[in-house]
């Protein structure tokens, strides 16, 4: 049994590892400390369990779970999360998760689970691991042939006619990453999943890896209506995860195949359809973010909220927001609310009690300590100095 535990903690991987090691000393461990490393081992390895944590850097555990299920179906997939993610958790179930653990994890509820699921995975039938097997053979040999034929390379006698049978007219799509320094293995696999969903939900066709940089997609749209909606949905979804710019190109209709190398040529050779980059998406999530702040600053607003609020992953979130405005999130909405503060302490007739509430502190003591560390002085301080100074 082949088991991977991706989680950012060292502590929680290794602890993971040891139990299920002294109760299978037989299985087979592999551990990452983010989704990138885990996608690398999946893509090496075999795995048949993945315990994931909730919140891990860049991509977290459920988009991780939610783009790979596609490209691994027969994997059983658990996740780790701390009591303050329980409803991270609940969603993880309901995409497909088979269960989850919470922090600290239970030595003997983690051997329970791993003994249930490795019962399950066994009793799989060897005819559905050989038609899985078959599947990504034939798309490793299609994607191959496609590379050559889309490269202008011979393909010798080979009749590649049938392959394009069920797409009698077809546009490709082509997904191309900037050079970037580190490698770009993970952005490689989140274009795939999301080109490859994007393609199921608004045509017919598939998806390659063209080169190091590249993805190109064969699409059969029914009308121009869903190559559009594939294109916006396409540069929207791969603004909010890519962490290096891209673009996103489209040629016209194609009705023989023979004419692909020149388009694709010409495709990469192309930029007057320009993609959405990272800066141009993070700026537009980021001016969402403090409207909606200035608008809820009243409110409940954990960093998962205001996150969830502009679709992005919360670290990143948290990373993004100190980039572009200079302050931490939490520094920022307390700011932010103690501004609103300082004008309704300049009204008389306001209570500290509700000043507090109006500006999202249910407690008193606690909005008093906030502004007492933002200003230097308590709340009756500030009232005092300003009604003093009229």
């Known amino acids: 049994m082949n088991i991977l535990i991706a989680d950012d903690e060292s502590v929680i991987r290794e602890g993971v590892k040891r139990t299920i090691k002294r109760a299978f000393p037989a299985y087979t461990v592999h551990l990452a400390g983010s989704a990138e490393e885990a996608v690398g081992i999946m893509d090496n390895q075999p795995v048949d369990i993945v315990l994931t944590d909730i919140l891990m850097p860049g991509i977290d555990g459920l988009e991780f779970m939610k783009m790979s299920r596609r490209r691994y179906p027969h994997v059983k997939w658990v996740v780790i999360s701390a009591h303050s993610e329980f409803s991270y958790a609940q969603k993880a179930v309901r995409l497909g998760a088979r269960d989850y653990l919470l922090k600290p994890i239970g030595k003997q509820r983690l051997v329970e689970l791993m003994e249930q699921l490795a019962g399950e995975a066994k009793a799989e039938t060897e005819l559905s691991r050989d038609g899985e097997l078959m599947k990504r053979n034939l798309k490793y040999l299609r994607e191959a042939v496609f590379q050559r034929l889309a490269s202008g390379l011979d393909i ?32 490689h696999f989140i274009i795939e999943n999301v080109l490859s969903e994007l393609v199921d939900r608004h045509g017919e066709g598939f998806v390659v890896n063209f080169d190091r940089q590249s993805l190109l997609a064969i699409v059969h749209f029914p009308d121009s209506a869903q190559e559009e909606a594939l294109l916006t949905e396409l540069k929207t979804h791969l603004g909010h995860y890519l962490k290096v710019p891209f673009n996103v190109t489209s040629s016209c209709t194609i009705t023989d195949y023979h004419s692909i190398a020149a ?128």
């Open 156 to 187: 010798g006698n080979m009749d590649i006619a049938p392959l394009f049978e069920p797409y009698p007219h077809f546009r490709l799509v082509l997904t191309h990453l900037e050079e970037a320094v580190k490698p770009v293995h993970l952005e």
């Open 263 to 390: 388009e694709v040529k010409r495709l990469r050779q192309s930029t007057s359809v320009p993609g959405l980059d990272r800066s141009e998406g993070s700026d537009k999530a980021v001016e969402v973010a403090l409207q909606y702040l200035k608008a809820h600053y009243n409110e409940e607003l954990s960093l998962e909220r205001v996150a969830s609020v502009v679709f992005l992953n919360p670290i990143y979130f948290s990373q993004l927001f100190k980039q572009k405005t200079g302050q931490g999130y939490k520094d920022y909405v307390t700011g932010l609310r103690v501004e609103q503060a300082k004008e309704l302490l300049q009204q008389q007739g306001l209570k500290l009690a509700d000043i507090a509430e109006r500006i999202g502190y249910g407690d008193v003591r606690h909005f008093t300590q906030v502004f007492r560390k933002k200003m230097n002085v308590t709340p009756t301080e500030y009232r005092q100095q300003f009604l003093g100074e009229r």
